[in-house]
């Protein structure tokens, strides 16, 4: 385990609402209590958005919900605020956040997964792509150097893309997915008076980044992964 900061009784995982057993139970060992964001849905415009899905961790453990060790039910869904904009846009004109996310879009499987599903075939625009090919584009290093806003992004879903544009949208896409579940963690952060925890190293760095250049001083936790 690492941890930055100073710590707390309470700790709110990021950036997904769901968890590996092994990882819940190494927060349970560490903090009294471990909070959990409902599904991450985006509204980019009226017409275009993210899924939500309606599973919690609750499900799986009611009992630790019962007891007041699990807390579930944070929402993190819906239009964008001006605050969440300016915070997305800021890491994405981040040169060094932005590399920290394309290395972790290109080496790190878990990240891959939590973006994109490269395993099936995938919708990109109009067209429907294997996933392994659809992934290979997606780590070229053009992207890296493409700059992108939230205004772009929801321009974007709102046409009809076929090609290098509809991959564009889905990279663009991935970074203010990332950026917005961060965002999220630090409003929920202060208004929960808690740690920050996950167990994936490049969300951890890609948040420790946010936070270094935002001067924020949120005590944030990574739980090394060992076995599974």
Known sequence: ???????????????????????????????????????MAIQLSPFSGTTAYADRMG?????LVTTGRLVQGHNV?????????????????????RRVFHEAIREDRRFQRGLFDPTHAMTIGRDVVPGPAALLRLMNENFLHQPFTVKTVQQLSCERLSGDDAFRFEYGLALVKTAAAQCYTIQLAHQLQVTTATDSPAHFQLFGRSLDRENERLPNHLVIRTGY
Request: negative net charge; hydrophobic residues 30%; contains cysteine.
């Open 1 to 39: 385990m690492s941890m930055n900061g100073s710590p707390s009784t309470d700790a709110l995982f990021y950036p997904f609402h769901l968890c590996h057993e092994e990882t819940l139970h190494c927060l349970l060992a560490r903090f009294y209590r471990v909070h959990f964001r409902d599904y």
């Open 77 to 97: 869904s819906g239009p964008l605020s001006d605050t969440s904009r300016a915070s997305i846009d800021r890491d994405l004109a981040d040169t060094q956040w």
């Open 59 to 63: 499900g799986t453990f009611p009992e």
